[in-house]
T-cell receptor
Framework: TQLLEQSPQFLSIQEGENLTVYCNSSSVFSSLQWYRQEPGEGPVLLVTVVTGGEVKKLKRLTFQFGDARKDSSLHITAAQTGDTGLYLCAGERNDYKLSFGAGTTVTVRA | DAGVTQSPTHLIKTRGQQVTLRCSPISGHKSVSWYQQVLGQGPQFIFQYYEKEERGRGNFPDRFSARQFPNYSSELNVNALLLGDSALYLC??????????????FGPGTRLTVL
């Protein structure tokens, strides 16, 4: 059973459209991280959010940490084909272990 | 600098066999963590080692074991392989043992297939 639930599981959009991926849990996390994983590779860290209510922007990507530090969202504006990949959220609790969600597979069509 | 390296890239074993996977961390990193990623799921934490000592263990049976060497490289051993052990095994290294300020860098993984 995954501690973090991600939705949707799959997302297919046209280039130029916007998308949002959600990561939810009933647990409180000291930090939450978002990774992107491409086929045949390990996950690559995109961002870490630490403070409840925190919003971080990375070019066209916007990450938000919920006020209660139990949930997070990733929003991509004007998606490009290079944004295609598996997006994973991972929460860290006091034991420093990362608990990953099952991931959202994003496909951006040209 | 080289990233995290893992060997072998792919491996095919039969049920009941034993397997050893290897990981070399980024130079200067003293902590190595192992994760299992089954197809369609996110990585599941198996072990963390720091300075050659086990710092954390996930919910995996005793068939899974690991160790870290003086040069900080690490091995993951799995005995009595089951079909359900088929997965991508990821190694991640970090400078120290944890905390959100200490980024984990993942290797490309070893794809294990158990027949």
């Amino acid at each position: 059973t995954q501690l973090l639930e991600q939705s949707p599981q799959f997302l297919s959009i046209q280039e130029g459209e916007n998308l949002t991926v959600y990561c939810n849990s009933s647990s409180v996390f000291s930090s939450l991280q978002w990774y992107r994983q491409e086929p045949g590779e390990g996950p690559v860290l995109l961002v870490t959010v630490v403070t409840g209510g925190e919003v971080k922007k990375l070019k066209r990507l916007t990450f938000q940490f919920g006020d209660a530090r139990k949930d997070s969202s990733l929003h991509i504006t004007a998606a490009q084909t290079g944004d295609t990949g598996l997006y994973l959220c991972a929460g860290e609790r006091n034991d420093y272990k990362l608990s990953f969600g099952a991931g959202t597979t994003v496909t951006v069509r040209a | 600098d080289a990233g995290v390296t893992q060997s072998p890239t792919h491996l095919i074993k039969t049920r009941g066999q034993q397997v050893t996977l290897r990981c070399s961390p980024i130079s200067g990193h003293k902590s190595v963590s192992w994760y299992q990623q089954v197809l369609g799921q996110g990585p599941q934490f198996i072990f963390q080692y720091y300075e050659k000592e086990e710092r954390g263990r996930g919910n995996f049976p005793d068939r899974f074991s690991a160790r870290q060497f003086p040069n900080y490289s690490s091995e993951l051993n799995v005995n009595a392989l089951l079909l359900g052990d088929s997965a991508l095994y990821l190694c991640a290294s970090s400078r120290v043992a944890g905390g959100y300020t200490d980024t984990q860098y993942f290797g490309p993984g070893t794809r294990l297939t158990v027949l």
